[in-house]
Each structure stands twice: as structure tokens, then as C-alpha cells.
């Protein structure tokens, strides 16, 4: 029947087209296997991190690319270098990104490079060559696990204070960079970093810039802004000076193999506030344990500020609260153990606490 074959042709026709357009639509619509969100992530990030928006903006933007899921599955996710002094967010800055994705601030590796200054150290990462004790076990420093993530959530390895490490143990590091494995010496062992965020941070030339610009750091913020243009327009600039001493330090094969390079600013006064309401936060995070809340008056956040060191950023203003403000507050907990509501104020140029505030 000539007839019922057409139709039944044609029908096979159709449903060949209607399949074909269903599997496009499904491409299109081809959802991320990771489940964070960079919005989110980046929501954490700047209630955290001050003064840093180019740097948080570049995370931002590696964020994106990683959550689009479309990254080679020839080497790591990503490959980020943040430069700048100490103090100014780069290690909090892992910590907050594993916090969001993760839920735990500390779930990712973390390789202290200043304890592996001597050459022979690169045996703590890419284990005991044949021959040597440990060399069967391929021990190394890496957190296996923490490092390699899962399906749905990329791994976290940090490599702090990079150029504190020797040149053998920076050059153990470039076939990670490049191809995202490390073969263990012993041969048995390959670990893969291929799922991973790799993250380094370094304060090389942070000392000579900070050195060159410390007098026009003192200035109102538009005379800065002023200043700054003149250096970048003499190439002599914060920026200029911290790549000239990355290329000093690290061989070109290496920083070749790094996706961004993110230059941290100091933490200067302007910050201050902003940097204050974070540690106050965080202290109330714990107070609120205990049912407790303090505030603190201007005179309060006055004495914190006072003589901030620039040198040390946002640690100088945590050490304060740590050493000067909490044994004050602590004191009047103990003392005074069914107050609730808290307050700080400052009596002859110290720290003081009071049921509430007096009224002016």
C-alpha cells in the first residue's frame, strides 16, 4: 500500500526532526555541573575584602569562565598569582572562596612555601626519589583530596608566599601549571590537579613600592590620585615597580604559565571604617554564641585608628581588637556575666565597657 508507507516515511521524517531539535535545545540549555554561584561567591567576597574592586573584579570574571564549564581538561581550572603587601586580603581571599563553595573556610591545601626554602625541600611535594626513605610510600605535603574537589565543586590549593621557596621547588611546580599532573618521584603515584583552582600569592616588590610611595600615601585622596598619575606616566608607578621585581624573581617559563596576575593595594585610613564594621562583625559572630552583641562609639573607633600601620593593613587593625579591645570586653564579661547588650566607649584614652550608652 503505497500510500501508508508515505505517511509512515513521513512520519519518521518528522520524528527525526523533532528529535534532532529537542538534543539542540538540550545543548543549549546545558546547565554547569559545579553548583556555586559566582554571584554568590562574589556577594561573600566583597562584604570581606576592602579596597581591592580590580582584583575581586579579575575573580570575578575567573568565576564566570569556570562556572560556564567549558575550561581544557588539560590543565588546572585556573591559575591566579595575587601580589601585594601583607595584610591586604590575599590569603582571605582563598579562605572566603572556599567558605562559599565549600562551607568550610579551611577546605582547601594550603602549601606554606616559606617552609620549603632549601633546594632539597621539593621532596616534600613531588615525594623521595628511588632510593631514599619514604620514596615507596610517595608521601607528599599535597592534601589529595582537598585538591582534586568533586564533580560538582572544583578543588582549592593555595601555594602562600611563593617566592619565600627555592628555585627547585618553584621549578617542581611548572608541569602542574602547564598540564595540571604531578607525577610523584617514586613514579607510583600521579596527582591531578586538573578539577583544581590554583591560587599563589607573594609580596615580591611590595616593600620597594610601598618604600618609593609612603610619602604620598599621607596625602588627601584626590592629591594621590594626582600622584599616581605622575608615576604611571614616568613608569615608575606601584605597578611598574612590583612587575620589575616579579621578573627578577621568577623565571619566564613560569609566569607564562599563570592565567592572571592580581596586584592587591595597600590598606590605607581611607579603609579604616570599612575594615573596623568587618572585625566588629566577625567579634559579634562569636558573641552572639553567648547571647551577647557589643557596639562601639566613634571615640572607640578613633582609638582604633589611631597610629595604624600601613605596613601590616588589615592585620594591624585585628591585632588591636585581639590585644587591646577583646581583654577589656572579656573583663566585663566576666565581671558582669548576665549583661547582654554591650557597649564601648573610651575613659582617659583607654578602651571602656558599660551596660549601655550615656546618655548625652
Known amino acids: 500500500m503505497p500510500f501508508i508507507n508515505d505517511v509512515l516515511e513521513h512520519n519518521r521524517e518528522v520524528n527525526a526532526q523533532q528529535t534532532h531539535a529537542k538534543t539542540v535545545s538540550e545543548q543549549r540549555l546545558h546547565h554547569s555541573r559545579f553548583v556555586f554561584e559566582p554571584q554568590a561567591v562574589m556577594q561573600h567576597l566583597r562584604a570581606r575584602i576592602v579596597g581591592q574592586d580590580a582584583a575581586l573584579t579579575d575573580i570575578e570574571n575567573m568565576l564566570n569562565v569556570v562556572k560556564a564549564d567549558f ?65 615507596k610510600e610517595g608521601t607528599t605535603l599535597f592534601d589529595i583530596e582537598a585538591i582534586q574537589g568533586s564533580f560538582s565543586k572544583p578543588g582549592i590549593v593555595l601555594f602562600d608566599e611563593l617566592e619565600k621557596a627555592s628555585k627547585e621547588v618553584i621549578r617542581s611546580l611548572l608541569n602542574v601549571l602547564d598540564s595540571g599532573t604531578l607525577t610523584l618521584s617514586s613514579g607510583s603515584r600521579t596527582i ?130 585581639r590585644t587591646q579591645l577583646e581583654p577589656v570586653l572579656a573583663r566585663f564579661i566576666l565581671e558582669h556575666p548576665e549583661q547582654q547588650q554591650l557597649y564601648m566607649t573610651v575613659k582617659n584614652r583607654q578602651f571602656a565597657v558599660m551596660a549601655h550608652p550615656v546618655d548625652s
Not at 588546572?76 to 567558605?99: A, D, F, H, Q, Y
Not at 590620585?225 to 606601584?238: Q, T, V
Not at 566613634?298 to 582604633?304: E, G, K, N, V
Open 71 to 135: 575550561s581544557s581538561s588539560e590543565r588546572p581550572l585556573s591559575v591566579t598569582l595575587m601580589l601585594g603587601p601583607t595584610g591586604v586580603g590575599k590569603t582571605e581571599t582563598v579562605r572566603l572562596i572556599s567558605e562559599a563553595i565549600h562551607n568550610r573556610p579551611d577546605a582547601f591545601c594550603r602549601i606554606d612555601m616559606n617552609t620549603l626554602a632549601q633546594e632539597h625541600y621539593a621532596a616534600a611535594l613531588t615525594g623521595a626519589p628511588p632510593g631514599y626513605v619514604g620514596s
Open 192 to 321: 591531578d590537579f586538573k578539577n583544581t583552582l590554583i591560587f599563589m600569592t607573594s609580596n615580591v616588590g611590595a616593600r620597594q613600592a610601598q618604600h618609593a610611595f609612603k610619602y604620598s600615601s599621607r596625602l588627601p585622596r584626590p592629591a594621590q590620585r594626582l600622584c599616581a598619575r605622575l608615576y604611571e606616566h614616568l613608569g615608575k608607578s606601584p605597578r611598574h615597580v612590583i612587575e620589575q621585581a616579579l621578573h627578577q624573581q621568577f623565571d619566564p617559563e613560569f609566569l607564562n604559565r599563570i592565567d592572571r596576575i592580581l596586584q592587591y593595594q595597600p590598606v590605607d585610613q581611607y579603609w579604616l571604617d570599612a575594615l573596623t564594621d568587618i572585625e566588629l562583625d566577625k567579634l559579634n559572630q562569636r558573641l552572639r554564641k553567648q547571647g551577647r552583641q557589643l557596639s562601639v562609639d566613634a571615640s572607640t573607633r578613633a582609638l582604633l585608628h589611631h597610629q595604624h600601620n600601613v605596613r601590616f593593613g588589615a592585620r594591624d587593625l585585628a591585632r588591636k581588637f
